[in-house]
């Protein structure tokens, strides 16, 4: 279910570990580095190492050189950042921090074993984890307003295409596109309501202090959410979908239950753990009601009709998709497929959902599917679809032609990557920098650290 965005990388238990892993040898502390007024300790360099290595990071190069101007360069930024008054969204942050140590308490199974593993108080890792995710999003903020002017023109692209290698062309795996039509099957109302009760009794027995609600979460709860004791994270009403911000941000008593209430992903009660200014903590229990096999059959066959009836020319795929397509992400865009990862209607086998790109890939361009049932991840509920593949590119050589836009964020990647090339560089040129001895002697990746 996806009731609300929470940006977590999947190697972002790995790369926090850099700022909280306990040093296993001892280190005599000095300033290796200063950068305007803020100095670079060497134990902030070996605490980095130290965890670098032990989760097998690339560092791609001397890691007392590559480390140190890693963290120079954020400092240069941060102090632009102050100069600029570019603050991060507090809300932000905190969600942000609470998703990641929700993710700690999850992985090591307590916050006792977190302490252990990171040596510190769980306060103190958070507070630290708090002000690196801050630094994170203000440097990001000076980055793009460092480089939101990139705009590239076709000419622009057509002369960095032709410049480009023949060996720095990119390889396009196998793409496809591809148009849906979705159909939810009928619930039996008394699925429904057998939910509801459920959701009621425990609702009861929460506002009678019989049982604690975070615990019924984990036992009973069919949402991701479930392993944290429902616990969705600080966030304001617009990361929620409507019907769960209505009812949830209403609520004022912790130790009271909402109603139940009725969203796409299915039926849920919620509880307010904390509120903070225009953010809040919730959590929640989500029950989906489930379809029968039956209904799920019923479904197939009216989409298998609907199949022959295009194939008759009675409809068109657009018109269908139109009439009778559920899927409100596409059925009002001819039924278009389009890839979330890249905005673009082209898909790798590899994103397309399994039972999908199981059908497409013995099709040709034109044919339709056989009506099958596939799981809509996100809803975490049973569908029935209808497909056509309207188009395969083979895997290729990137071309002007076929990969335009692919070729596009290419150039204006580079141009951005340059642009915080030559900033960071003249930021230099106007920055108290010092570097200790023997900590000199490096081929940096950016000129004038060394002043000559």
């Not at 480390?67 to 954020?74: D, G, K, M, S, Y």
């Not at 979330?340 to 599917?369: D, H, K, N, W, Y």
Request: hydrophobic share 35%; proline share 4%; net charge neutral.
């Amino acid at each position: 279910m996806n009731l609300r965005k929470i940006w977590i990388l999947p190697a972002a238990f790995a790369a926090l570990c850099v700022f909280g892993a306990p040093i296993k040898k001892n280190v005599v502390d000095e300033v290796a580095w200063i950068v305007g007024d803020e100095p670079i300790f060497r134990s902030e360099i070996e605490e980095q190492y130290t965890q670098m290595r032990q989760e097998g990071t690339p560092i791609g190069g001397d890691p007392y050189c590559v480390i140190p101007e890693q963290l120079a360069v954020e400092k240069l930024y941060l102090h632009q950042a102050k100069l600029d008054t570019i603050t991060a969204g507090e809300g932000q942050v905190q969600s942000e921090t609470d998703a990641r140590m929700n993710m700690f308490v999850n992985n090591l199974g307590s916050k006792e074993k977190v302490e252990e593993y990171f040596n510190k108080p769980y306060n103190s890792l958070r507070d630290q984890i708090m002000e690196m995710i801050r630094n994170q999003y203000v440097i990001g903020m000076v980055q793009n307003n460092l480089t939101k002017n990139v705009k590239a023109t076709p000419n622009e692209v057509r002369k960095y295409f032709s410049s480009l290698p023949a060996d720095s062309i990119p390889y396009v795996p196998l793409q496809v596109e591809a148009q849906i039509i979705k159909i939810n099957p009928a619930i039996p109302q008394q699925e429904i309501e057998d939910v509801k009760a459920r959701l009621r009794d425990y609702a009861d027995r929460v506002n009678k202090g019989e049982a604690d609600f975070s615990t019924l979460a984990i036992m009973y709860s069919e949402d991701g959410s479930a392993m944290r004791g429902g616990e969705l994270g600080f966030a304001g009403r617009s990361h929620f979908v409507p019907e769960f911000s209505n009812v949830a941000f209403n609520l004022n008593d912790p130790k009271k239950v909402s109603r139940i209430v009725e969203t796409e992903y299915g039926y849920h009660i919620i509880q307010l753990i904390e509120k903070r200014g225009d953010q809040a903590n919730f959590r929640h229990i989500l029950l989906t009601p489930k379809v029968s096999q039956k209904d799920l059959e019923t479904a197939r066959v009216r989409l298998d009709s609907l199949r022959k009836e295009i194939l008759a020319n009675k409809y068109s795929f657009e018109e269908a998709a139109l009439y009778v397509s559920q899927d409100k992400d596409t059925k009002n865009n001819k039924g278009i497929m389009v890839n979330s990862q890249t905005g673009s209607s082209r898909f790798e086998m590899s994103q397309l959902p399994p039972e999908v790109a199981q059908r497409i890939e013995s099709m040709q361009p034109g044919e339709l599917s056989d009506a099958f049932i596939m799981k809509d991840a996100a809803k975490n509920k049973d569908v029935v679809v209808l497909v056509k593949l309207t188009d395969r590119i083979p895997g290729h050589k990137a071309t002007l032609a076929d990969d335009f836009n692919m070729i596009k964020q290419m150039y204006e990647a580079h141009q951005k990557k340059q642009i915080l090339k030559d900033w960071v560089e003249n930021k230099i040129k106007t920055t108290y920098i010092k570097i200790g001895e023997g900590w000199d002697g490096c081929d940096f990746k950016y000129e004038g650290w060394i002043k000559k």
